[in-house]
């Protein structure tokens, strides 16, 4: 880059600056350093998919942030708060002054502020910005365009909270795109002109912790690419990365369902190592990371997120949970949907020992079992269950059923966790028809408590099992499921009629539970059913064969798939 561009961006930083007012801030500010204050994010939340929404707040699957959705969260444990935002669509003018319009940075402001008044930690960012217009990758980027942009923005952004307390923490830019060094080589400049358009607004920020960004805010490439900024010595600052993996086990892809072996918590430590080796004396936290709810079996998720949050903890980095508004806290309700799960997060977060429930964690196995549930099959006969949990030390004080503790007469439990419910305790499911029986609560010496919901299943029905593709309007395709136990759809496998798959052929070379399956974003599990997406009937379409979907459901054992077919 020529020494004349740099002189002029930086020129541009002062001139928006100082076009602006740079407030004498009459509040204190209580100065800390980056490890400190990314230590008190633990455990975090993310309001995603709102103002971060494109192209305006509310335009995907949520509300408009509230205040008693901040106070929810922090009622339910959490320490801080990450705010995405998209600021892409609220500019005012084009360059080179790049306006931000006044009410959306009001609007910033007031979610803010709410969050600060509950005393979280927060962290505020440029989110869907680095794939809008921020993106190097794409072919002719205007790389001048997004340097400019990006230092007006944080210009703005930096002078209206330029007052705010230290609990406010500036990102540089989300996930940032790129894959070479070319690429993060800008990217190394924007952190640069971040940092000075941050100093230059004044106010506390200084001494205000930021967040710098590294490509894709992934272990990886942040390792290879990331060049520590060699001004403003004395500015407290750290990285952060973004955690999602395994894809497809986090997301429901392919079929997987299955997480717990050695070799999958192997590889999450060497994922964590590999940065912790690169960046052990900066001060780094997991700015996203989730497992999704409604694609994933439970006890398997629940394993998941303890050894992940523990994990964490023991290289230092508090996590921020991504919430979509999907998978974790239902926003109208103001229930979470997998209370059990962030129990055993937050109790992680704390450094205490959970207990778990066991599953299936054999990438080859040909069925999975779960120790978040009891299914019992309707019209077989009862007779003693056996469940396996995972104690880590503990012991287990109690049962109960809806408050009502259970006797030494309706079950027992081993040393090594193998818990026995009597068939006499049981033997009111053999008259239950299909569904949830009733969830018993298990109390352990430490840790969360768990559940366990005994079912009463068999195989689901669908009043429509054959669709004509050429009659199909274009579009999300939803297919009722009249459920017969567990209300959950846990693989789709898509089988053409000559035999191959559908898709992803390679997938052949996985474990029965997963060969042929459909990836994420072809279909989800819905409340009443299954929903096909219009990209996923675009490719039904294009087969030039029929196609049969194979609809799985827990648990996950054979002949219990129903057969939906697609003919032309």
């Known amino acids: 880059m020529h020494v004349s561009h740099v002189l002029s961006i930086l020129a541009t930083v002062a001139y928006v600056t100082n076009s602006q007012s740079i407030q004498n801030c009459t509040r204190t500010f209580k100065s800390t350093t980056a490890a400190a204050a990314f230590a008190a994010l633990d455990p975090g939340w993310n309001l995603g998919n709102t103002l971060d929404a494109v192209p305006n707040e509310g335009s995907w699957n949520n509300p408009p942030a509230q205040a008693s959705t901040l106070a929810q969260v922090k009622a339910r444990g959490f320490k801080s708060i990450r ?33 600060l008044a509950l005393d979280f930690s927060v962290v505020l ?67 640069t002109y971040f940092l000075d358009a941050v100093n230059r607004a004044g106010g506390h920020n200084p001494n205000r912790v930021l967040s710098l960004s590294g490509l894709n805010m992934n272990t990886e ?20 990365f973004h955690y999602y993996s395994p894809y497809d086990f986090v997301f429901g892809a392919w079929g997987k369902t299955i997480w717990g072996s050695d070799a999958d918590k192997a590889s999450l430590v060497n994922d964590f190592e590999l940065f912790h080796g690169n960046f052990s004396h900066v001060p780094t936290f997991i700015g996203e990371w989730s497992v999704s709810t409604g694609q994933t079996e439970t006890a398997a998720r629940w394993k998941y997120t303890d050894f992940f949050v523990s994990t964490a903890k023991k290289y230092g980095y508090s996590s921020m949970q991504w919430d979509n508004g999907n998978d ?25 020992v959970n207990s778990l429930a066991d599953s299936t964690e054999d990438g080859s196995a040909t069925s999975q079992f779960s120790s978040a549930y009891y299914f019992h099959k309707l019209n077989t006969p009862i007779a003693d269950a056996q469940i396996q949990y995972i104690l880590n030390g503990n012991t287990l004080l109690s049962i109960t059923d809806n408050s009502t503790p259970l006797t030494p007469a309706d079950f027992s439990i081993t040393p090594s966790g193998l818990l026995t419910l009597s068939a006499s305790y049981l033997s009111p499911l053999a008259t239950a028809q299909p569904g949830l029986h009733k969830t018993l609560t298990l109390t352990f010496s430490a840790g969360a408590p768990l559940t366990l919901s005994l079912y009463v299943y068999t195989t689901p029905t669908l009043p429509v099992t054959t669709y004509n593709l050429t009659s199909l309007p274009p579009g999300d395709l939803h297919i ?89």
Not at 104 to 113: L, Q, S
Not at 229 to 240: A, E, H, N
Not at 328 to 352: H, M, P
Request: aromatic content about 12%; overall charge negative.
């Open 83 to 115: 705010i995405p935002v998209t600021w892409a669509y609220h500019f005012t003018s084009d360059s080179p002054t790049w306006q931000v319009d006044k009410t959306f940075m009001d609007r910033v402001e007031t979610v803010v502020d709410q969050a």
């Open 480 to 568: 009722p499921i009249s459920y017969a136990g567990l209300p959950q759809v846990a693989a789709v496998k898509a089988v053409l009629a000559d035999g191959s798959y559908l898709t992803d052929a390679w997938t052949m070379y996985l474990g029965v539970l997963q060969r042929g399956y459909w990836t994420f974003g072809e279909w989800e599990g819905e409340g009443a059913g299954l929903k096909i997406s219009a990209s996923g009937v675009e490719r039904l379409r294009g087969a030039g064969q029929d196609v049969k979907l194979g609809v799985e459901f827990f648990p996950r054992v054979e002949g219990e798939a129903v057969v939906v077919r697609f003919v032309r």
């Open 221 to 240: 490439l942040t390792s290879l690419y990331f060049t520590r900024p060699t001004t403003y010595p004395l500015q407290p600052w750290g990285l952060q």
């Open 125 to 191: 960012n440029v989110h869907h910005d680095s794939w809008v217009w921020a993106d190097p990758s794409v072919a002719n980027a205007n790389t001048t365009m997004i340097e400019e942009k990006f230092t007006r923005l944080w210009s703005q952004i930096a002078s209206r909270f330029s007052c705010k307390s230290s609990k406010l923490i500036f990102e540089a830019l989300n996930e940032p795109a790129g894959s070479t060094k070319e690429h993060a080589d800008l990217l190394n400049r924007l952190n």
């Open 328 to 352: 974790q806290l239902d926003r109208t309700t103001g229930k979470w949907r997998d209370e059990v799960g962030i129990d055993i997060l937050l109790a992680a977060a704390a450094g205490k």
